[in-house]
């Protein structure tokens, strides 16, 4: 059964940094991209990026490039989103996927941007 | 960005009728290598979307065949045929034609 966890979330001051981690089994990690989506509260789904099954080729949305980075730990079957000077607008959902289909997600983790 | 337009933005409906929900694209989402990579996502309450449908028009393992998505270019429908109390929820299309990839603003379905 494939099943993606994440895990890193919770309440964090503007400004500060967080990093989110995505533990993966049931399939091969490492032939697969990987994703990550964010749902703010009440709003629709926002594509953060995508990374690739070696981490050479690693795409985000471009709002989010200069302060979100993506990467994977295929030994560990993990999946990272560090994020930085985080501010309000980034309280949200974090949702990590499998992707090709994009068919397999997490259940989400909550981060909360707030002093 | 590739904009997707969701039509409507809430749809109510009587238990066993069908319901529509179109997805326009601001381009077309034909891919170079000739595919469509265009999905439909059902959020159901308190939950993370579950695939539907992807490239279209395919079903993802173990949907019913009541869902049927079809279109092409830049103009894709999503109908539930027979609706039930299950598939109430938040529907979105996705497109991963093109970078950065982006998702419709979603159509919340009410049964009536």
């Known amino acids: 059964e494939v099943k993606l966890v994440e895990s890193g979330g919770g309440l964090v001051q503007p400004g500060r940094s967080l990093k989110l981690s995505c533990a993966a089994s049931?399939?091969?990690?490492?032939?697969?991209?990987m994703g990550w989506v964010r749902q703010a509260p009440g709003k629709g789904l926002e594509w953060i990026g995508e990374?690739?099954?070696?981490?050479?080729?690693?795409n985000y949305t471009p709002s989010l490039k200069d302060k979100f980075t993506i990467s994977r730990d295929n030994a560990q079957n993990t999946l990272y989103l560090q994020m930085s000077k985080l501010g309000s607008e980034d309280t949200a959902i974090y949702y990590c996927?499998?992707?090709?289909?994009?068919?397999?997600w997490g259940q989400g983790v909550m981060v909360t941007v707030s002093s | 960005d590739v904009v997707l337009t969701q039509t409507p933005v809430s749809l109510s409906v009587t238990l066993g009728d069908q319901a529509s929900i179109s997805c326009r694209s601001s381009q077309s989402l034909v891919y170079s290598d000739g595919n469509t990579y265009l999905k439909w996502y059902l959020q159901k309450p308190g939950q993370s979307p579950q695939l539907l449908i992807y490239?279209?028009?395919n079903r993802f393992s173990g949907v019913p065949d009541r869902f049927i998505g079809s279109g092409s270019g830049t103009d894709f429908t999503l109908k539930i045929s027979r609706v039930e109390p299950e598939d109430l929820g938040v529907y979105y299309c996705?497109?991963?034609?093109?970078?950065?990839?982006?998702f419709g603003s979603g159509t919340k379905l009410e049964i009536k």
């Open positions: 996927a499998r992707v090709i289909l994009w068919d397999y």
């Open positions: 049931g399939f091969s990690f490492n032939d697969y991209w």
């Open positions: 990374i690739n099954q070696d981490s050479s080729t690693i």
């Open positions: 996705f497109q991963a034609t093109h970078d950065p990839l982006t």
């Open positions: 490239e279209v028009s």
